[in-house]
């Protein structure tokens, strides 16, 4: 049946069958054309409310790290003497070093309890120094997450050397680190 017959077939019927049709054949195209949109509309949405969420995470992020930026630059480390540089990190030293001082400084912006700190050894490179550091953390997943994030974006390049994950299902949402990290300081004059 092509159009033309249906046209005829439909002037052919009384005016109520042929309102009835047409309210019929408008009805059946409409839930066609809201079956195939609505699901496209409905994961639309959802990414837009997801993509919102992570622009406003990274916005925070962003003026986390801006206003943390300024008192990272400025670490007496950079302009002490090799001698110096090696005193302020040695572990036995009864001062706090730079680099547990930025440790703990992102610890503090990301909410996470540093529970252990031990720094470890220090090795003396010709054109660094390598800090071994021990953590132990207590903190809510997402923010261990943040808290590993940060130490990839500290001026002094941290190596992760290993890092050990426990669920206390007793503490909640709360999860228990074990973080051995490596801390390189460049030797005044040298960049890395």
Do not use: C
């Not at 992570?54 to 992020?61: D, K, P, S, T």
């Not at 002490?80 to 540089?85: C, E, I, L, M, V």
């Not at 132990?136 to 002094?156: C, H, I, N, T, V």
Request: charged content about 25%; aromatic content about 6%.
């Amino acid at each position: 049946m092509n159009l033309n017959q249906l046209i005829e077939y439909l002037q052919k019927r009384p005016p109520r069958e042929q309102k009835i049709l047409a309210g019929t054949g408008l009805a059946a195209l409409f839930y066609i054309i809201v079956s195939m949109w609505l699901p496209e509309y409905q994961l639309a949405s959802t990414r837009q409310v997801e993509r919102d969420k992570l622009q406003q995470e990274l916005v925070a992020l962003q003026a986390t790290l801006d206003r943390l930026r300024p008192s990272t630059a400025a670490h007496p480390i950079a302009a002490a003497d090799s001698a110096g540089a090696s005193a302020a990190l040695q572990p036995t030293d009864s001062r706090i070093s730079p680099v547990l001082e930025e440790m703990a400084r992102v610890a503090r912006a990301t909410d996470v309890e540093v529970t252990t700190v031990r720094p470890q050894t220090v090795t003396d490179h010709e054109d660094y120094l390598a800090m071994a550091i021990h953590l132990e953390l207590k903190a809510g997943f997402r923010e261990l997450a943040d808290y590993l994030r940060m130490l990839e974006e500290l001026p002094r390049l941290t190596e992760v050397r290993s890092f050990k994950l426990q669920a206390d299902p007793a503490a909640g949402p709360m999860v228990t680190a074990e973080l051995e990290a490596l801390s390189y300081v460049p030797k005044p004059g040298i960049k890395l």
